[in-house]
């Protein structure tokens, strides 16, 4: 279980100070699909960022199956379970595919199994494996590895922000079918990141997040609606419609 | 040989056991051991220091390990060798020199080496430095290459110098007829207060010749890397020289690139970055379970590779 209490991060622009999140509560249950959702700019990356550990909280606490592991750094929170699919992955001049996933293995896995983790997320592995992680692969290709990485470590929490983010509209429909098979790759709770409504379809519980606190969480059936209902959502629908909606 | 020779002989020339092939084999300023083959022939130079290779034509699928180690705190030589490659062989050349100084003397190998290539002949060439031994006297190595390619011949050449060598010079030029091409893969690791310098001519002279020069090199603490890369287009030709650098601690990295079109044909291109290792990189595998040392440490070896 991930317990989030009183957690607050500030950052500063230009002299500024600007609160980003703002004595934020939130528990994660063992093994659920958990989907964060909520408007640009309300601090649902920045949360999955001070969850892992990247960027460094305010005050608050983060507790891990009862272990606070607020002080700990990056590594240890990695070591402890908490697995991270960033936005925009990073490029390796020199580090190959094959070479990334066994760094997240934690062991010389061999080609096959690589190839596996690779074919999960919709991948020819032959053409990728030997591949180099850098900027020859396409946007699609470097955030599926990425996400590969992140099921060859198979740890009990992996947090995945806007795995749809970059993406093309082929490439989307593959990896909306990943997720949908997630469970049967990743033994552990999952926390998604994201706006797509076929990834909040597939989730057990959906948090909204929206100016740096939770706005409502529960289930699918309850917070969907809710979310369809809004007046952005109304917008957006309209835009698609025509116009013929009216507020 | 003793055990301080065969070592470096193995970081050199990746050589266990006397190699099959052709060898020459040189410690501290003699000959150790030397080995031919009816289609290489070694020939020492009455001259002056070094050897002559030659390499009969259409010699196929032969290699000539030519490694020099020096384990003697003082020593400084310059040693000439020229290879003459014959028309259509295809050979490999590994060439490397290994410097153990626990003196206080500097110890210095400055190889001039000198290939001929035939026409449609294609060489692989590896040449790697070594320096180790925690005496006051540096390692110095200041290896001169000159490259001569005739008509459709293709070489490959592969510098590795990783750790250990205090200062070096490496001079490279070539001259490359119709058709030939040249690939040079430069890997540099310079740390404490090393520097390395590496000036590469290359002269694309007849037409559709082409050459890749590319550089990947990391300057550690207070050490100074300073890369020149001029390819001279003559006709019809195309050159691309990258260099690639990362920089760590207080050390100092230039990169030098000159481009010289002398035909409106000659397409040449040069590519040059020299930055720090990339946090979001360092985070990535930290995310992994890497710790930030151990990070920094895939980083590298990703990038000589």
Not at chain 1, 181 to 207: F, P, W, Y
Not at chain 2, 193 to 200: D, H, I, L, P, R
Not at chain 2, 269 to 288: C, N, P, W, Y
């Amino acid at each position: 279980m991930l317990e989030i209490k009183d957690l607050t991060y500030e950052v500063e622009d230009n002299g500024k100070k600007l609160t980003i999140i703002d004595r934020l509560n939130l528990t994660v249950g063992d093994g659920k699909f958990v989907v964060i959702t909520g408007p640009n700019g309300g601090g649902k990356s920045s949360l999955a960022k001070l969850i892992m550990g990247v960027n460094p909280i305010t005050s608050g606490k983060i507790i891990l199956d009862g272990e606070d592991i607020t002080d700990k750094n990056i590594t240890e929170r990695a070591k402890r379970g908490i697995s991270f699919a960033f936005q925009a992955p990073v490029h390796f001049k020199g580090i190959k595919v094959v070479d990334l996933l066994r760094l997240a293995a934690g062991e010389k896995i061999s080609v096959a199994t690589a190839c596996e983790y690779l074919s999960k997320v919709g991948l020819c592995a032959k053409d990728y494996v030997n591949r180099e992680v850098n900027s020859s692969l396409s946007g699609g290709e470097l955030k599926r590895i990425e996400i590969a990485t992140v099921l060859a470590r198979g740890t009990k929490f992996s947090i995945f922000d806007e795995p749809e983010a970059g993406i093309d509209l082929w490439s989307f429909q593959n990896l909306i079918k990943v997720f949908e098979n997630i469970r049967e790759s990743i033994n552990g709770t999952i926390l998604v990141i994201s706006h797509q409504e076929r990834i909040l379809n597939i989730a057990d519980e959906i948090v909204v997040i929206e100016d740096g606190h939770v706005k409502s969480q529960g289930s699918k059936e309850e917070i969907l609606p809710e979310i369809l209902g809004t007046s952005s959502a109304r917008k957006i629908a309209c835009e698609k419609l025509g116009g013929t909606i009216n507020g | 040989m003793d055990e301080i020779q065969r070592q470096l002989i193995a970081e050199v020339a990746d050589l266990h056991e006397m190699p099959e092939g052709a060898y020459n084999i040189r410690t501290d300023g003699e000959l150790a051991a030397r080995n031919t083959t009816s289609n290489i022939d070694i020939v020492t130079k009455e001259d002056k220091s070094g050897i002559d290779i030659r390499i009969k034509p259409g010699t196929k699928r032969e290699s000539v390990h030519i490694p020099v180690v020096l384990s003697k705190s003082g020593i400084k030589e310059t040693v000439y060798n020229d290879f003459y490659i014959g028309d259509d062989s295809d050979v490999t050349i590994v060439a490397g020199c290994g410097i153990h100084n626990c003196g206080t003397q500097d110890s210095e190998h400055d190889g001039v080496h000198r290939f001929f290539v035939g026409k449609n002949a294609k060489v692989r060439y590896v040449e790697k430095h070594y320096g180790e031994g925690d005496g006051q006297g540096k390692r110095i190595l200041n290896p001169v290459t000159e490259v001569y390619q005739e008509e459709g011949s293709y070489v490959n050449m592969e510098m590795v110098q990783i750790k250990g060598v205090d200062s070096t010079v490496r001079t490279t030029k070539a001259e490359l007829a119709s058709n030939a091409t040249l690939i040079v893969h430069e890997r540099l690791m310079t740390h404490g207060s090393q520097k390395a310098t590496s000036v590469y001519n290359v002269e694309l002279n007849g037409e559709n010749s082409s050459t890749d020069v590319i550089s990947r090199s990391v300057a550690k603490d207070d050490s100074e890397q300073i890369f020149e890369a001029a390819i001279v287009g003559n006709t019809l030709c195309s050159g691309h020289a990258e260099c690639d650098a990362i920089i760590m601690g207080n050390a100092h990295v230039v990169a030098i690139p000159r481009l010289d079109a002398n035909n409106v044909d000659a397409a040449l291109i040069h590519e040059a970055a020299i930055g720090k290792i990339a946090g979001d990189q360092l985070i990535k595998l930290m995310t992994l379970g890497l710790t930030e040392e151990e990070a920094e440490e895939q980083i590298i070896a990703g990038f000589l590779r």
